[in-house]
């Protein structure tokens, strides 16, 4: 049986990503056979497409780290033939064939069932940026963090982790001060609730300094470098960052002051490895309580598979305001 993929081939001119025919024994015989229906587009993908090594180390190879669609054919686990569910995460689309495709085949311990109230679509909508955001509030959520206690940063703003955080504090009640290299995108991210909307030029104009004035009671760091030193500087005594990217820069590059000083904590999250009864309870959370208010604005477009390529430079040059969603044929 035959089904269409994208698939991402080093060339004499590069790598280049293509619809391509492909076979169900393409994908082993290993595992749960899901026929997907939606996907997204994240950096992470675009690395990929592009022959990133340090994100899919052999090619060929279909990206892809989100998909949502039905089961298809299974041996074991906890799911039936007919089920829908969702897989993010763990090795797919990178070096395990991933969600540009209309079939994978997948570990059962991959993919948790999608949330009652949650359409599928939607649940790309949102995808690993969504879940990433969702883990990202949880873990200032343990700490205490409340709105009485001030305004939270989100740096990254535009992107899809962070628009999706912005969402998500604004619905909780918190004040929240989002951070953009975008000027264009000010009232967009306004319009997803942010309180106010600060400038990336403005908010680094005194990273060099050691320490900053208190400003966040907490912030969700979504791109790494100076703008997650910055954060830490200027957080209020006791207050938390959740670090979860890197495409300004994988380095921390700053004293310890912050942390002796002011008792600051810098939080890691991981959505990648994370054991999926974890998944399973922030995406009954996504379905529910913490559904972005008006989920249509986040989406920057719908597209098929043929038209991944014309976004894979603009999210890697910091181009792309919110989220891509993939329709498989």
């Given at each position: 049986?035959?089904?269409q993929a994208l698939l991402t081939r080093e060339t004499e001119?590069?790598?280049?990503?293509?619809?391509?025919?492909?076979?169900?024994?393409?994908?082993?015989?290993?595992?749960?056979?899901?026929?997907?229906?939606?996907?997204?587009?994240?950096?992470?993908?675009?690395?990929?497409?592009?022959?990133?090594?340090?994100?899919?180390?052999?090619?060929?190879?279909?990206?892809?780290?989100?998909?949502?669609?039905?089961?298809?054919?299974?041996?074991?686990?906890?799911?039936?033939?007919?089920?829908?569910?969702?897989?993010?995460?763990?090795?797919?689309?990178?070096?395990?064939?991933?969600?540009?495709?209309?079939?994978?085949?997948?570990?059962?311990?991959?993919?948790?069932?999608?949330?009652?109230?949650?359409?599928?679509?939607?649940?790309?909508?949102?995808g690993t940026a969504g879940l990433t955001a969702a883990l990202?509030?949880?873990?200032?959520?343990?700490?205490?963090?409340?709105?009485?206690?001030?305004?939270?940063?989100?740096?990254?703003?535009?992107?899809?982790?962070?628009?999706?955080?912005?969402?998500?504090?604004?619905?909780?009640?918190?004040?929240?001060?989002?951070?953009?290299?975008?000027?264009?995108?000010?009232?967009?991210?306004?319009?997803?609730?942010?309180?106010?909307?600060?400038?990336?030029?403005?908010?680094?104009?005194?990273?060099?300094?050691?320490?900053?004035?208190?400003?966040?009671?907490?912030?969700?760091?979504?791109?790494?470098?100076?703008?997650?030193?910055?954060?830490?500087?200027?957080?209020?005594?006791?207050?938390?960052?959740?670090?979860?990217?890197?495409?300004?820069?994988?380095?921390?590059?700053?004293?310890?002051?912050?942390?002796?000083?002011?008792?600051?904590?810098?939080?890691?999250?991981?959505?990648?490895?994370?054991?999926?009864?974890?998944?399973?309870?922030?995406?009954?959370?996504?379905?529910?309580?913490?559904?972005?208010?008006?989920?249509?604005?986040?989406?920057?477009?719908?597209?098929?598979?043929?038209?991944?390529?014309?976004?894979?430079?603009?999210?890697?040059?910091?181009?792309?305001?919110?989220?891509?969603?993939?329709?498989?044929?």
């Amino acid at each position: 049986m035959s089904f269409q993929a994208l698939l991402t081939r080093e060339t004499e001119n590069g790598y280049q990503t293509a619809l391509e025919e492909r076979e169900l024994t393409d994908l082993g015989e290993e595992g749960v056979l899901v026929r997907v229906h939606w996907s997204s587009l994240n950096y992470k993908d675009a690395l990929s497409a592009t022959g990133n090594k340090g994100v899919t180390r052999q090619f060929p190879h279909t990206p892809g780290i989100d998909a949502v669609g039905v089961v298809e054919e299974t041996t074991d686990g906890p799911f039936s033939v007919g089920d829908t569910v969702i897989c993010t995460g763990y090795d797919l689309g990178m070096n395990t064939d991933g969600g540009y495709s209309q079939y994978i085949r997948v570990p059962a311990e991959w993919l948790v069932p999608l949330p009652e109230g949650l359409a599928p679509r939607d649940a790309m909508v949102l995808g690993t940026a969504g879940l990433t955001a969702a883990l990202c509030v949880e873990s200032l959520l343990d700490t205490g963090l409340n709105p009485d206690q001030g305004p939270v940063l989100v740096t990254g703003a535009t992107g899809g982790v962070g628009s999706i955080t912005v969402a998500i504090l604004s619905k909780l009640g918190f004040s929240v001060t989002a951070v953009s290299g975008k000027s264009e995108s000010h009232p967009w991210l306004k319009s997803l609730g942010a309180s106010e909307v600060i400038s990336r030029d403005s908010f680094l104009e005194n990273a060099g300094k050691p320490m900053l004035k208190e400003q966040w009671a907490g912030a969700v760091d979504c791109a790494g470098g100076d703008m997650l030193t910055t954060a830490l500087k200027s957080l209020k005594y006791g207050g938390c960052a959740a670090c979860c990217g890197l495409a300004a820069s994988p380095k921390l590059e700053m004293t310890v002051l912050p942390f002796i000083l002011r008792g600051v904590n810098l939080l890691g999250v991981d959505s990648v490895e994370l054991p999926c009864e974890i998944k399973q309870q922030m995406w009954q959370l996504l379905a529910d309580e913490w559904m972005p208010v008006d989920l249509p604005l986040l989406e920057a477009d719908e597209v098929e598979l043929q038209g991944v390529n014309a976004w894979v430079d603009k999210i890697l040059q910091g181009g792309v305001q919110g989220r891509v969603v993939v329709r498989l044929p």
